[in-house]
T-cell receptor
């Protein structure tokens, strides 16, 4: 089975802190994604990566950066956490290229609270 | 721009009922459509993926259909159980690299 793991299930940080959210997948997938999920707004794509050291902005990249130094690991970085970044963060991975049978697999999520 | 809509937003039914959840999308040029389940406070679990060349997929009591020409998919749940209570999301890939566009979800409650 595909496994996507996230470093923390719950995280509480203070405003202005630098925050790292880690995601690891064990299926040798090229594509990895970071989404955030908020009530009433659904899931929104923050960043994605299609290869090591390659990244693309999603729909809401402001305030975030990412790092992908190894194929299996994709990190989301909040440079200076703010209260409006309190949210559920979901990591996902998928095989390369959009294709008919390519599924996207999700991790368990990290509930981040910024106070 | 692809948009995905799910109806109804919420559903509360007694145990044993057969259910239909609806998903519609505006751009029919999709590779596939994926249905997910999300329990409160948890991540997404993939339920079914229907390829664009298929009309339906089945897994246990779940059956998903796809009509690309009309931009619609339905998720049918047979003989619902309280353990089926969750939010169900549909999503379609858009813009390459398998980036997903999600619907807002249907929140299902099945009571004994």
């Amino acid at each position: 089975d595909v496994k996507v793991t996230q470093s923390s299930r719950y995280l509480v940080k203070r405003t202005g802190e630098k925050v790292f959210l880690e995601c690891v997948q064990d299926m040798d997938h090229e594509n990895m994604f970071w989404y955030r999920q908020d009530p009433g707004l659904g899931l929104r794509l923050i960043y994605f990566s299609y290869d090591v050291k390659m990244k693309e902005k999603g729909d809401i990249p402001e305030g975030y950066s990412v790092s992908r130094e190894k194929k299996e690991r994709f990190s989301l970085i909040l440079e200076s956490a703010s209260t409006n970044q309190t949210s559920m963060y979901l990591c996902a991975s998928s095989p390369p290229l959009a294709g008919a049978d390519y599924e996207q697999y999700f991790g368990p999520g990290t509930r981040l609270t910024v106070t | 721009k692809q948009e995905v809509t799910q109806i109804p937003a919420a559903l509360s039914v007694p145990e044993g009922e057969n259910l239909v959840l609806n998903c519609s999308f505006t751009d029919s040029a999709i590779y596939n459509l994926q249905w997910f389940r999300q329990d409160p406070g948890k991540g997404l679990t993939s339920l079914l993926l229907i390829q664009s060349s298929q009309r339906e997929q089945t897994s246990g009591r779940l059956n998903a259909s796809l009509d690309k020409s009309s931009g619609r998919s339905t998720l049918y749940i047979a003989a619902s159980q309280p353990g089926d209570s969750a939010t169900y999301l549909c999503a379609v890939p858009s813009g390459g690299y398998n980036k997903l566009i999600f619907g807002a979800g249907t929140r299902l409650a099945v009571h004994p």
